[in-house]
């Protein structure tokens, strides 16, 4: 990083002047009834927009009352179980989910080949972008060097602020197609400049599935197994969307409002997911995991297990924020339909990678926290493992590098954010402008030389 003369200094003696000055009372936010992160005192979201891309929940009314239940996530309206289930053994999903979450319905066969054709033809960059762009300046932050990728792109787009309809689906199936090239070139760049390792730069094979050419493009001899790309594929499905309010998606809709580009756009929410309280979720569930291998011995020993998780909520051990991580969700109450459906693939991956004793582990973390989560917190509100629990775990066994974690959640998001990108144009057509109570007050104005 460029050092420039005083400047570190500069601004360890002015800090102390953002802190006096920026920092608002937190009891007057109750007192002018204004929803800290857009949520109220129960942690409910406040009501910002109209979406009908997908739903999901974890409660039920019940003669007003809010009950919990199981979670269920519903793509325009189809189950994510009954999904997964339907294409069980029989093809790769998430060019199929892809499809229905940007046109709103399911594709038969014609329009599904048609669709993966066309993901397929749009897995290229133009000429020398992968070593003008991706490769220089090579740094572990993949997300950061994506996000570089994406605004370049828009370089090469002569129609770059054209909003037709048919003009941003283009950007966005183009996006799509090449966030996994983006992903796996970023990382190779690194792991060659940064890590003094070999490069493989392998091109897209346009036979293959978006999953295995994930894995294809990853690996040193592009080779990998059917589970492989299945769990793969299966866990970039369930990322792909969950609803409009997260962060990175009401990103996409507030900078779409304002009439902004495709690329533009899309590069605010990158900026947003990369965010440790929003994206980094798995990361902090499998570095958590590497410190509890540490100090547990035997991972059938639930006592043993049951001891140093009471020493993570106490804030003893991990990193000392008290929280088990992978447990429990905004939403979700009894369970988390992603977890539920990912779990089963996730075991079966854990047996052919020889990698069952550590899905004990897994499992008997997923038995115990929960109990002691609801002791340390005082509450009967049902506390259940989240997708996350188990998607670094599977990285993990798939072999990808943690640098690749979150930009494996943009590869599979980017298709939710197309279509709310899609969706905010058609539907809403105003600027996103909520509203900030000011709590300044006049002064009187001095002269430089009376200050």
């Known amino acids: 990083m460029c050092v420039i003369k005083g400047l570190d200094n500069y601004v360890e003696n002015k800090k102390d002047l953002c802190y006096k000055n ?5 009891d007057l936010f109750g007192k002018y009834g204004v929803k800290r992160g857009l949520r109220d005192e129960k942690g409910q979201g406040v009501l910002t927009g109209l979406t009908n891309i997908s739903h999901l929940g974890g409660t039920k009314l019940v003669d007003g009352v809010k009950v919990p239940t199981d979670g269920f996530l519903l793509y325009r309206g189809y189950d994510i179980v009954d999904l997964v289930q339907g294409a069980l053994g029989k093809r ?6 892809a499809y229905l979450l940007l046109f709103g319905q399911l594709p038969n066969s014609q329009e599904l080949d048609e ?4 993901i397929a033809n749009a897995m290229s960059f133009p000429p020398s972008f992968t070593r003008d762009v991706i490769m220089k300046a090579a740094t572990p932050d993949i997300m950061n060097n994506m996000t570089r990728s994406i605004l370049t792109l828009s370089s090469y787009d002569d129609e770059l602020n054209n909003l037709s309809l048919e003009n941003v689906l283009r950007q966005c199936i183009m996006l799509i197609s090449t966030f996994p090239m983006m992903a796996a070139y970023g990382y190779h760049a690194y792991n060659h400049y940064e890590n003094d ?3 493989y730069i392998h091109r897209p094979d346009k036979n293959l599935s978006l999953a295995e050419n994930l894995l294809r493009m990853l690996r040193p001899n592009g080779e990998y197994s ?3 790309a299945r769990a793969l594929d299966i866990a970039l499905m369930l990322h792909m969307e969950h609803g409009g309010g997260n962060n990175s998606t009401f990103t996409t809709r507030v900078v779409t409002s304002s009439g902004s580009d495709t690329y533009s756009a899309i590069a605010a929410a990158m900026s947003s997911l990369k965010g440790k309280k929003h994206g980094g979720a798995n990361l902090m569930v499998i570095n958590m995991m590497d410190d509890i291998k540490a100090h547990v011995s035997d991972y059938d020993n639930e006592a043993e297990i049951e001891a140093y998780l009471r020493k993570i909520l106490s804030k003893e051990a991990f990193d000392k924020k008290g929280l088990i991580y992978g447990m429990g969700h905004a939403v979700y ?3 988390d339909p992603r977890e539920v459906v990912f779990k089963k693939f996730v075991e079966m991956l854990a047996k052919e990678t ?3 004793k550590d899905m004990k582990l897994y499992n008997n973390i997923e038995k115990i926290a929960p109990r002691l989560i609801q002791e340390y917190r005082n509450t009967l509100k049902p506390v259940s493992p989240n997708v996350d629990f188990y998607s670094g775990f599977v990285y993990d066994m798939l072999g990808i590098p943690r640098e690749l974690f979150t930009p494996l959640f943009a590869v599979a ?3 939710g954010w197309s279509a709310h990108r899609i969706e905010e144009l058609i539907s809403a057509d105003k600027i996103i402008r909520p509203a900030y109570k000011s709590l300044v007050v006049a002064k009187e104005y001095k002269p430089r030389d009376e200050r």
Do not use: Q
């Open 22 to 26: 920026d920092g608002i009372d937190r």
């Open 92 to 97: 790769y999903i998430f060019e199929e989910a």
């Open 115 to 118: 669709f993966k054709s066309i």
């Open 197 to 199: 390792k070999s490069m």
């Open 226 to 228: 059917k589970i492989e």
């Open 333 to 335: 109450t009894l369970s």
């Open 354 to 356: 020889e990698h069952s």
């Open 413 to 415: 998001r980017i298709v």
